[in-house]
T-cell receptor, first 114, second 115 residues
Framework: KAGVTQTPRYLIKTRGQQVTLSCSPI?????VSWYQQTPGQGLQFLFE???????NKGNFPGRFSGRQFSNSRSEMNVSTLELGDSALYLC?????????????FGDGTRLSIL | AQSVTQLGSHVSVSEGALVLLRCNYS??????LFWYVQYPNQGLQLLLK??????LVKGINGFEAEFKKSETSFHLTKPSAHMSDAAEYFC?????????????FGSGTQLTVLP
């Protein structure tokens, strides 16, 4: 069974640009969550999607947005990039998003802002 | 609000020695607790989870953790460290209600295994 796939693995952008990251969950998983990982702030929750609906959102500015498609694949978008957005962005999927179900993580997209 | 505290950002042990990584949580409702491991340039891999039932939880790679409600702790242990255990370890908590549904992580503990 294929794991969570994130594309691209590495991305370099400049300030002011926008970026879209993609996540394909494990087959059959309907819940997708996104996290930002930085050396200073650690792992921070961005948002969770289930059946194409945003179910939960972390404390990030509106420049960060996401969506989920009918096949459960998800994208997140960051507009007007800032230097502080440089991070590893992790996607995780779970079967139905229930609390007791573990989240399975992809290897992440490393975003560097110049 | 819920939170996780991992005592010791860096832990070093000798190969074959006991591994003990500490995790304390705060939650106003019964928590679900998880330990994840992250190897360089990879995502997080689930080691073990506590949801309900037995308080001693066994995970992969010989790791186990004990949920102690009275101490609000969920420490991770392994009897004998192996070189391949060198990685960063994260404790995380979730709960049933509102914003507590999101997975909240500790700041991580970098484990070094000395030959």
């Amino acid at each position: 069974k294929a794991g969570v796939t994130q594309t691209p693995r590495y991305l370099i952008k400049t300030r002011g640009q926008q970026v879209t990251l993609s996540c394909s969950p494990i087959s059959g998983h309907r819940s997708v969550s996104w996290y930002q990982q930085t050396p200073g702030q650690g792992l921070q929750f961005l948002f969770e999607y289930f059946s194409e609906t945003q179910r939960n959102k972390g404390n990030f500015p509106g420049r960060f947005s996401g969506r989920q498609f009918s096949n459960s694949r998800s994208e997140m978008n960051v507009s007007t990039l800032e230097l502080g957005d440089s991070a590893l962005y992790l996607c995780a999927s779970s079967l139905a998003g229930q609390i007791n179900q573990p989240q399975h993580f992809g290897d992440g997209t490393r975003l560097s802002i110049l | 609000a819920q939170s996780v505290t991992q005592l010791g950002s860096h832990v070093s042990v000798s190969e074959g020695a006991l591994v003990l990584l500490r995790c304390n949580y705060s939650s106003s409702v019964p928590p679900y607790l998880f330990w994840y491991v992250q190897y360089p340039n990879q995502g997080l891999q689930l080691l073990l989870k506590y949801t309900t039932g037995a308080t001693l939880v066994k995970g992969i790679n010989g790791f186990e953790a004990e949920f102690k409600k009275s101490e609000t702790s969920f420490h991770l242990t392994k009897p004998s460290a192996h070189m391949s255990d060198a990685a960063e370890y994260f404790c995380a908590v979730r709960a049933e209600f509102g914003s507590a549904r999101q997975l909240t992580f500790g700041s991580g503990t970098q484990l070094t295994v000395l030959p």
